[in-house]
């Protein structure tokens, strides 16, 4: 079995009037190499006539963001002119390789009804060789996202990435990386083999699990020692988990705002090239 190194939990850190918790980075953690940061949005109801999200125009570099919508909407717009609605149960996954700007709000229909809330963003490191890639966008809704059941359909797995079983996930990726939100049951039980190799990304959005013999509440991030290959999960009540894995890239980390590279000159040059117009013009 996989031994737990440390169980970190997530911060409260409002963005303006949302509910965000963050997990990583964090004191004690500063990445599961390649994933770098999440924030959890949510769970909170917003009341009619909302401001929505409050992520307009911004850019990135070197770094891809992998939206889970698990209530709600978001609206992406990006200077590459790709423009979507996705709604809970959908993903979004844009690569921002050598630069875009996007801004991520709430469709007018959510601001100007409201209702629940609940979404997370994950950024997942590009590799020193596809830094400079040429950007992407990808959103896709709940329905395109390939779903299967196990322990006789207590766990549901959405296979985001990757693959796992004989399934294939929904998006193609740049690099070697499983991802997916698992929802179970009460009493649930999943048992998965991940290689030592391979770092796990592992973090409780509702409910309680038990994994490889310790519980852990929600809004917690399991961090795992590379020794064993074995999980064991179980959930004690109704939980949702979202887990990944990737081996690890191995390189230098300089991050700095919305960009991520590999040193201080690259990240210079981001905001040189951004400030320059390199990333596209905003068109409102």
Do not use: C
């Amino acid at each position: 079995m996989r031994t737990i190194k440390k169980i970190h939990k997530a911060e409260y850190a409002p963005i303006a009037d949302l509910v965000t918790y963050s997990p990583l980075p964090s004191r004690s953690l500063q990445q599961v190499d390649p994933f770098l940061f999440l924030n959890h949005h949510g769970h909170q109801v917003y009341k009619p006539n909302n401001r929505g999200l409050p992520f307009g125009p911004h850019p990135h570099r070197g770094m891809e963001t992998v939206t889970f919508i698990l209530e709600g909407d978001i609206m992406h717009k990006d200077s590459g002119g790709h423009e979507s609605v996705i709604t809970g149960g959908g993903v979004q996954w844009m690569t921002a390789g050598r630069g875009l700007i996007h801004a991520e709000v709430s469709s007018s229909e959510f601001k100007k009804t409201g209702g629940p809330l609940e979404i997370l963003q994950l950024w997942v490191n590009l590799p020193a060789r596809l830094k400079m890639t040429e950007p992407r966008y990808e959103g896709l809704q709940r329905e395109n996202i390939p779903t299967f059941t196990l322990d006789e359909g207590n766990v549901t797995v959405n296979l985001v990435s990757g693959t796992w079983d004989g399934h294939t996930g929904a998006f193609e990726t740049l690099s070697d990386i499983m991802l997916s939100t698992v929802y179970f049951q009460a009493g649930g039980k999943l048992s998965v083999e991940v290689p030592a190799e391979r770092n796990i990304f592992f973090y409780i959005i509702k409910g309680t699990l038990t994994v490889n013999g310790q519980q852990v509440p929600f809004r917690n991030l399991v961090e795992f020692n590379n020794d064993g290959t074995e999980l064991q999960v179980e959930a004690s009540e109704d939980s949702i988990l979202l887990f990944g894995h990737a081996v690890p890239f191995n390189e230098p980390v300089v991050a700095q705002g919305p960009f991520v590279m590999n040193s201080e000159a690259e990240i210079y040059q981001a905001y040189a090239d951004y400030q320059q117009g390199k990333f596209g013009s905003w068109n409102h």
